[in-house]
């Protein structure tokens, strides 16, 4: 081979294997995207847990508790927060509040009789502008000791067409691989359905933790507590209830005046699990009411207001920051996705419904 051929032999070599080269590194970054975004190896994403969700309803609306309410209303705090925590809200007296109530269900025309789950979603925004927001339900704890296990409590519990029932034996594995779930299914099978809005214990069930002046930290979790009795019905009561009588009953009681809610937050003690949500604290850890909750009066959800908001839960105040809850960590790109899903199409005119347009009126939003 004569010199002249060989460097150029030599090149095309070299050439062909810095190609080799890129393609490959290319290749990979292609791969590990794919694979970071669930879109091969079956890795669970924010995604994962939304996608069975936006063609069940119309357009605009929240994957999950899509029947709600807006309301706006005031936390006066009780000071007695403030040892515990250097956020504002603890301190202020009067703290302005945008919440919203809803139903558990994603539809948003679900009757009011068919979920055991109602929820309040709150905004405190302090005068130092720091904002805390949060959603709470009526459970009081979680089912799965992470968030896969909601996925696969889902998936085990769905219907099957032949019998629509769930499967046995689905079920039976996944109580299996979560056992902690039986409590759950316990709680759901016998604890009553609450009958009103206004008479329902709202929880945090995650943990987070408070941060002193000195940094000193302390793990809690709180509830909403009504200052209105707690109401259940009867199996034939709720069978025979009206399509909104939980939203009726709740307008209703606000023309009477407001309604209220003691914001009770549990100190754990250093045995107490904060990173696993389907586990209760024992009934006599201390017990802290850091505020007062008015309620004062509600707006319908297609004129604005708490429609756009997103109750991200990890969006907490100066003097409050996260435990490592994985169920809390999964939440917050979770509601990312939903909020950014529905704004979006809020925002590009496909939402009809739910921003007070004739339902329905847009068959591509089906
Ligand atoms: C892995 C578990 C969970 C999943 C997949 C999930 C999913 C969702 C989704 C998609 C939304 C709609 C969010 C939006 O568009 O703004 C939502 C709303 C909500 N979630 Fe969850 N959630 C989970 C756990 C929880 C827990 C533990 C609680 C209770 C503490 C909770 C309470 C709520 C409430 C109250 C709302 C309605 C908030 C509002 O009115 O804007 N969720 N959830």
Redesign the pocket.
Known sequence: MRKNSLIAYLRTKRVLFILCGILLIAGTLVLAFAWSAGLIGGRITTQT??KDTPKTYPAGY????GK?ICFEGTFRASGKGVPFSIARVFAQQKVPVAG?F?LGSPDPYAPDNSTRTV?M?LLLTADDGEQWRM???NEPF?ATRD?EG?LKQMEAYKPTPATGTPDPARVAAFLKEYPEAQKYVKWDATAPWTRSFAGAQY????SFILIDKNGKKQAIRWSMRPHAPFTSWSVNQRKQASHDFLFEDLKKRLKKGPLYWDLVLTLAEPSDPVND?SQVWPENRRQIVAGTLEVSHVFDQTNGGCRD???DPTRVPKGITLSDDP?LA??AG??SH??SD?VREIGYGKATDAVGKPKNDNPKNK
């Not at 929880?203 to 995650?206: G, L, R, S």
């Open positions: 847990f939304l929240r994957r999950a508790h709600g919203r809803s929820s979603a959603k709470l339900n979680f968030a909601f929880n945090v069930i995650n949500p908001v997103n109750f169920v999964a939440r979770i509601y939903s909020h529905r």
